[in-house]
């Protein structure tokens, strides 16, 4: 697997002589923490970013798409004693099996990274001894709240009933020496960034809720140290302390890029560096938000373009978590539903700025309302009509009706749609468009009732005419479908026998061939029972 992932990044750096005409695109996920088993909810994110990855290649973008693992840590050092393992052997064992997970979900990521890396552990010592050179981490003492579970550092004022604000769960006083990061020297900076960049986190409200609930009340310096564990990058000049988690993980996004504090940069940083869009639960919006983009000040470097936190999908109206006992696996849901049903039911059911709810029941009714009942009754009937009444052969579409505008007019306005819902990141809208296109092609065959026309010799060239719009339509379907459900749309355009899947294809209604023959395979989805 190690090699694999070797000859892919050979394969992106050298063509990035043949790739310099396009635009770029670098998307980042968070790096999945290494403590167990990602749930659900944690696998969305990458479902999301590999829809938005996907979706740019077909805007004619060159994308690079990095996701990986966060390694070290007070936590993962408990979880491996625990198991009466050393830490690495622990994160191996969890690291595979996220990538496993990531791979499952037929995930596009073009590099997946692992912070026990040895040259991320060399990068991030060279940045963290380059931050304290120049006056940007000094030595102190810590003496505060911590919550271990999401290994931050929590004021007297942030905590909720005495509990972490993010996870709800104890906060713990701890006392012990630490390097501290000056966040005080940058703030200023940052609040001017975001006045003059106002987009640069979406949604809006949660942007408002981080600047109102931490960075107005005052931000103190950051703890980038700990002594009381081992399990973590030592600090080069004072090794009873490792470098704490967020100056670690955070700084991947650089570090696998290419970045060199000499300013020696790969061919891929410079080709890619800035991040173009992070993508991050809304849990860890406060580190990307705040502690990113001054670490970034404090390097000289450009700050990413824009943040998105994204959502929870949440069990009866409550977060996943293990001590509730309310954790669904997505390769549990993909064994009993199959692959892009899941895909589709995790990028439709979660609204932009809003939580999703997740349930089995929730997931048959989806699966037997969009995916059974209408997107594939409508590819099975439009081919086996096409096929009953002439052999499978698309007909010609010149005997043409004013119901057919109205078709026709969606399946255009729909790339329109799709197009300008992707750009703002509202994904689950984008499907939905797809899926009323799907919705408005099942009514005009009960419009047009082809098995009737079929009964008139005198109305075969119309007949042509309403098959090859229906197919045509479906054709829109499968290409808009690509990102969200690459193997259904696969599937779809193999049955139609087209190589026609671009966007390019979409600029005009007429991407199917006269004469060129359709074909049947087994239903895309059948119904499920509860």
């Not at 000049?237 to 700084?251: C, G, T």
């Not at 996004?253 to 891929?268: M, P, R, V």
């Not at 938000?289 to 450009?302: C, V």
């Not at 199917?512 to 239903?523: G, M, T, Y």
Request: aromatic letters at 10%.
């Amino acid at each position: 697997m190690r090699k694999k992932l070797i000859k892919k990044e050979k394969a992106i750096i050298d063509n990035l002589g043949d790739d310099k005409m396009k635009e770029k695109f670098y998307l980042a996920t968070a790096i999945a923490y290494t403590s167990g088993k990602p749930h659900v909810g944690n696998t969305y994110e990458i479902v999301l970013s590999d829809a938005i990855a996907r979706y740019k290649r077909l805007q004619g973008y060159d994308v690079y798409f990095q996701t990986g693992t966060d390694e070290h840590g007070l936590k993962i050092e408990h979880k491996a004693h625990e198991a009466n393992l050393s830490s690495q052997a622990y994160v191996d064992g969890i690291a595979n099996e996220i990538k496993r997970m990531w791979d499952l979900m037929n995930t596009s990521y073009d590099k997946f990274v692992r912070t026990t890396d040895p040259l991320h552990k060399q990068k991030v010592t060279e940045i963290f001894k380059k931050l304290y050179d120049q006056g940007d981490i000094y030595l102190g003492k810590y003496e505060g709240w911590y919550c271990t579970p999401c290994e931050s550092f929590i004021t007297e004022s942030q905590l909720i009933d005495g509990n972490c604000p993010d996870c709800g769960r104890p906060a713990t006083l701890t006392s012990e020496p630490a390097y501290f990061f000056k966040l005080s020297k940058y703030v200023d900076r940052l609040v001017e960034h975001f006045e003059k960049h106002p987009n640069f986190v979406e949604p809006i409200s949660r942007k408002n809720e981080i600047i109102n609930n931490f960075i107005k009340p005052g931000l103190q310096d950051l703890c980038v140290s700990r002594t009381s564990f081992k399990w973590g990058i030592p600090v080069s000049f004072d090794e009873k302390h490792v470098i704490y988690v967020w100056i670690d993980a955070l700084n991947n996004y650089l570090t696998f890029l290419g970045y060199d504090i000499e300013g020696n940069h790969s061919e891929l940083y410079k080709k890619f560096w800035p991040v173009d869009l992070h993508v991050v639960g809304k849990d860890i919006l406060r580190f990307h938000m705040i502690y990113w983009p001054i670490i970034l000040m404090a390097l000289g470097e450009e700050l990413p373009k824009k943040i998105y936190a994204h959502s929870w999908y949440l069990t009866s109206n409550s977060k996943m978590s293990k001590s509730k006992g309310n954790l669904i696996y997505a390769d549990d849901l993909v064994e009993l539903y199959g692959l892009d049903a899941v895909r589709y039911y995790l990028l439709s059911q979660m609204p932009f700025a809003n939580d999703g709810l997740i349930t089995q029941d929730l997931i048959v009714e989806k699966i037997n309302s969009d995916l059974a009942n209408n997107l594939g009754n409508l590819v099975n009937r439009t081919i086996t009509m096409n096929l009953k009444y002439f052999d499978g052969k698309i007909q010609s579409n010149k005997n043409k009706d004013p119901v057919d505008d109205d078709l026709i007019n969606l399946a255009k306005k729909t790339v329109k749609i799709v197009d300008e819902k992707m750009n703002a990141y509202h994904v689950s809208e984008a499907l939905e468009a797809i899926l009323n296109l799907s919705k408005r092609c099942n009514k005009y065959i009960d419009e047009t009732m082809p098995w009737s026309l079929a009964k008139d010799v005198t109305k075969l060239e119309r007949l042509g005419t309403v098959l090859y719009n229906l197919l045509e339509s479906i054709r829109f379907i499968a290409v808009l479908l690509q990102p969200f459900m690459p193997q259904t749309s696969e599937k779809i355009l193999q049955q139609l026998n087209t190589e026609a899947n671009s966007l390019e294809s979409l600029s005009t209604f007429g991407g199917l061939k006269e004469a060129c023959e359709v074909k049947l395979s087994d239903p895309l989805f059948m119904r499920v029972n509860k």
